[in-house]
C-alpha cells in the first residue's frame, strides 16, 4: 500500500511555471506507475502525464505534450510534474496517482491510490 501527499500547487499567469511534487510512504514506490490526473471544476478527471518504474517510459496526454515533463525519483520517494508555458485551461486540481498492474495507464479506474490533490489556478 501506498500513501500519496501532492504539494506545489499555487497560483500563476498564463506563460508561468510550477512544479507539482508527490511524496509517497511505503518501500514499494518503484513498483508502481506513477501519472498525474487533474480535475477542473465540472468536468471529468482527466490524465495528464504517467512514468514508468524505472522511469524510462513517459507518456502524455496531447494537451500537456511539450510544456510539462513527469520525473520520479525512486529513493526519495517522490513523483514531480513540471509545468511551463501554463494555459488557463491547465487551471484544475491536480492528483497524482499509483497503479500497481501497469496496465490502462490512462485509465483512472486502473490506479488503486490516490492523492488529496493539490490545486493549480491560472490567471491572464
Known amino acids: 500500500q501506498v500513501q500519496l501527499v501532492e504539494s506545489g500547487g499555487g497560483l500563476v499567469q498564463t506563460g508561468g511555471s510550477l512544479r507539482l511534487s508527490c511524496a509517497a510512504s511505503?518501500?514499494?514506490?518503484?513498483?508502481?506507475?506513477m501519472a498525474w490526473f487533474r480535475q477542473a471544476p465540472g468536468k471529468e478527471r482527466e490524465f495528464v502525464a504517467a512514468?514508468?518504474?524505472?522511469?524510462?517510459?513517459?507518456v502524455y496526454a496531447d494537451s500537456v505534450k511539450g510544456r510539462f515533463t513527469v520525473s520520479r525519483d525512486n529513493y526519495k520517494n517522490m513523483l514531480y510534474l513540471q509545468m511551463n508555458s501554463l494555459k488557463l485551461e491547465d487551471a484544475a486540481v491536480y492528483y497524482c496517482?499509483?497503479?500497481?498492474?501497469?496496465?490502462?495507464?490512462?485509465?483512472?479506474?486502473?490506479?488503486?491510490?490516490w492523492g488529496q490533490g493539490t490545486q493549480v489556478t491560472v490567471s491572464s
Open positions: 496517482a499509483a497503479n500497481p498492474r501497469g496496465l490502462g495507464i490512462r485509465d483512472s479506474n486502473r490506479y488503486d491510490y
Open positions: 511505503g518501500r514499494t514506490f518503484s513498483s508502481y506507475i
Open positions: 512514468i514508468s518504474w524505472s522511469a524510462g517510459t513517459t
